[in-house]
């Protein structure tokens, strides 16, 4: 697990002048199971391009196992890839699709179908072996595309938002499916998506990609419990974020009072943002409240509840399992280790303000982000 | 107005294929007059085949048609995965100058490749240039634009990770081509040869300028006809020519269908539903 197995260094991509990747410096674990998260038009896309030497970089180097591999073409590289859309090959049938690597590199043929048959049992396809793509489903092909990929055991997989096409369903079941074959077969997966969700789910590390930039890189509790700055805690789940001032070490004042928090290391009085995941609130009585405010809006989600609560001007996303009405005055307590503090930066004020809140955020922001990637 | 259009299409049909069908029927009758059909026979058939002059030029045309086609499609194929890998200005002008051989008039390319040759000619010091060879390339020429107007909407239909996914698999480029791309290219590919062949079989205005005594073709031979009566057997040479030419469009069409419905299922498939 400690191996290094890939690493990119100053890696630069441009296309006629415009920047998509400005040096993303990574380095990926043997076996590890590494995520590029990120809006579409971050550069994850590109940057798992590059690794499979589908790309040149600009500049900067790539390097596998130690040795520079900017100039490998990709027939050369011990690396696959799961495409965004299969890229099948409609003219063979699901055997010859899961064989094609192998009889490339003129393996016997005795144990090509040993090793194809034990794939198309790993991705439970057995008895599928002459039928053609095209009366496969869309969940059969992903299949075929991950086991023709695997069955040339290397040393990583490449997947470019392979669950993308599929329904919530499907998706779910592939994602335990991905995740089990990932440690089943000990295969360094980098997986890029932009479905923060999927993300947390599956990996060990996540990179945070925004404008050709890694904005962090972090296991999924880290990234999620203590983000660098507001875009990576606004696009990994929802949050709060407010500004604030930190007084000293464990001591933070916004809204005019000052909070005990479990941060340290920031300058005295310097301005930073704060962030209040939305379900670490709790509701409690005005009068024993940190902070009081009026509900302008609720929406049942199952779970819990959205409710939009209005503090001096400056709307709040609290999920909770109590149900306040429309308009009641209610009180919040925030416990140090609800509020996470984090130096300025770019995206300071872009995020975390929910003025503008709408029922449907979730759909809304899936839908833009899929439009997108078609 | 439905009946109109209608009344419209079938009129444009028989206009058509008239002439053809009574060609055929002719080519069955006993008598020398075409508008009297005396009785049925195939003896315009068996006199055909007798004649060694005709079967001759049937052969010269078919040996130029068969090479030229087959010469037109691999340049034509290569030709055009080099201008689907190229972009912007560069792609418009190829793809322009592509064209003009197809809505350039046939007498113009027809001059212009005499003209070249005679010129060729002369520098190299070949007396009596045209021939077989200038025949064939002049053939090749103009059967070009159709192969690759035929395989270059099918690169562009075809999912481009298809070779990214061969290289990926440890194809090289050259092993990509022949084991992916070339497959998903096949429909364009026999429907450009199968135009260009049906092209050059027919072709007399350009063959005329560019041919030799020494080797002439079927089109160019029957053109000299005109001025002496026909014999009836060539009613049956012409009634062949049209079945060929018929079977070889039907089966164009069936096999672009064919291609049409993979893809659509394909699609949907893919859509996960």
Known sequence: MSNELIRLTNLVMEFDSDRILDSINLYIKDKEFLTLLGPSGCGKTTTL?????????????????????????????????????????????????????????????????????????????????????????????????????????????????????????????????????????????????????????????????????????????????????????????????????????????????????????????????????????????????????????????????????????????????????????????????????????????????????????????????????? | MRNFTRIITILVFIFLYIPMIILGIASFSTGKDIAVFESFTFHQYRELFRDDGLVSLLTNSLIIAVISTLSATVLGTVASLGIHKSRGRLRKAIMTMTNIPMTNPEIVTGVSLALLFAFVGIILRINAVLGFWTLLIAHITFNLPYVILNVMPKLAQMDPDLTEAALDLGCTPVQAFFKVVLHEIMPGIISGALMAFTMSLDDFVISYFVTGSGFVTLPVEIYSYTKKPIHPKVYALFTLIFLVMLILMVTMNLLQARDNTRRRKLMLRRAGR
Not at chain 1, 151 to 174: F, I, S, T, Y
Not at chain 1, 199 to 222: F, H, N, R, Y
Request: with cysteine; glycine share 8%; hydrophobic share 35%.
């Open chain 1, 49 to 374: 391009r590059v690794i499979g030497g589908f790309l040149t970089p600009t500049s900067g180097d790539v390097l596998f196992d130690g040795k520079r591999i900017n100039d490998v073409p990709a027939y050369q590289r011990k690396i696959n890839t799961v495409f965004q859309r299969y890229a099948l090959f409609p003219h063979l049938d699901v055997y010859d699709n899961i064989a094609f690597g192998l009889r490339i590199a003129k393996l016997p043929e005795k144990e090509i179908d040993e090793r194809v048959t034990e794939m198309l049992e790993i991705v439970s396809l057995k008895g599928f072996e002459n039928r053609k793509i095209t009366s496969l489903s869309g969940g059969q092909q992903q299949r075929v595309a991950i086991a023709r990929a695997l069955v040339n055991r290397p040393k990583v997989l490449l997947l470019d938002e392979p669950l993308g096409a599929l329904d919530l369903r499907l998706r779910k079941d592939m994602q335990n499916e991905l995740k089990r074959i990932q440690q089943a077969m000990g295969i360094t997966f980098v997986y890029v998506t932009h479905d923060q969700e999927e993300a947390l789910t599956m990996s060990d590390t996540i990179v945070v990609m925004d404008k050709g930039k890694i904005q962090q890189i972090g296991k999924p509790e880290d990234i999620y419990n203590e983000p660098k700055n507001a875009f990576v805690a606004d696009f990994i789940g929802e949050s709060n974020i407010l500004d604030g001032t930190m007084l000293e070490d464990y001591s933070v004042k916004f809204f005019g009072r000052v909070f005990k928090c479990v941060d340290k290391g920031f300058a005295k009085n310097e301005p930073v943002d704060v962030v209040i995941r939305p379900e670490d609130i709790d509701i409690v009585k005005p009068e024993e409240g940190h902070l009081c405010g009026t509900v302008t809006s609720v929406t049942f989600k199952g779970v819990h509840y959205d409710t939009i609560v209005d503090f001096k001007g400056f709307k709040w996303l609290i999920q909770t399992t109590d149900f306040c009405p429309e308009g009641s005055y209610i009180g919040i307590r925030l416990n140090p280790e609800d509020i996470h503090i984090m130096h300025k930066s770019e995206y300071s004020g872009m995020f975390g303000d929910y003025s503008s809140y709408s029922a449907e955020y979730d759909e809304i922001a899936d839908a833009e982000v899929s439009e997108d990637e078609e």
